[in-house]
T-cell receptor, first 112, second 113 residues
């Protein structure tokens, strides 16, 4: 199989601060990773496609200056939520490709 | 872009009965259709997938059917068990693994003991 980890699993922050979430492929290399956001009782919505060594591709309506993505190595992609606000509170899930998409365990962000 | 609709949004079945969840998609170029099971607060887990060159695929109690002409695909769970209770998502993409997935809205399945 393929293992994808995320860190942290939970984070609580104050409004206006920035939060970094890490996504790692533990036993394989991934040139492409995806970042999703899931609000309570809703589906997964793709935010952006993270490409190793190049700029991320953002979905329509997702602010690239607010959700900074860095894919600096073949096993690590990071998502930074800048100037977080309560409406950014959500479950953030990454995935990495090894044949098919394997999902990380998710990060629950709560912005107070 | 792709649009995936999923029905029903909630489904309750008696233990041992069958459950069927249906999805339709809009992009005729989509050719990969995975199904995920998600338990509360957990990551989605791939339970079965199908490519467009196949009409049906089965794995023990789980089966998926695909009708490319009508652009719909369905998940069938037979002999349901309490541990099948979860939220199920269908998804579609243009290529296995390498293209972004568009997810359906989800079905909350409850198995009644």
């Amino acid at each position: 199989g393929a293992v994808v980890s995320q860190h942290p699993s939970r984070v609580i922050c104050k409004s206006g601060t920035s939060v970094k979430i890490e996504c790692r492929s533990l036993d394989f290399q991934a040139t492409t990773m995806f970042w999703y956001r899931q609000f309570p009782k809703q589906s997964l919505m793709l935010m952006a496609t993270s490409n190793e060594g190049s700029k991320a591709t953002y979905e329509q309506g997702v602010e690239k200056d607010k959700f900074l993505i860095n894919h600096a190595s073949l096993t690590l992609s990071t998502l930074t939520v800048t100037s977080a606000h309560p409406e950014d509170s959500s479950f953030y899930i990454c995935s990495a490709i090894k044949g098919t998409q394997y999902f990380g365990p998710g990060t629950r962000l709560t912005v107070l | 872009g792709e649009n995936v609709e999923q029905h029903p949004s909630t489904l309750s079945v008696q233990e041992g009965d069958s459950a069927v969840i249906k999805c339709t998609y809009s992009d005729s170029a989509s050719n990969y259709f995975p199904w995920y099971k998600q338990e509360l607060g957990k990551r989605p887990q791939l339970i079965i997938d199908i490519r467009s060159n196949v009409g049906e695929k089965k794995d023990q109690r789980i089966a998926v059917t695909l009708n490319k002409t009508a652009k719909h695909f369905s998940l069938h769970i037979t002999e349901t068990q309490p541990e099948d209770s979860a939220v199920y998502f269908c998804a579609a993409s243009r290529a296995i693994g390498n293209e972004k997935l568009t997810f359906g809205t989800g079905t909350r399945l409850t198995i009644i003991p």
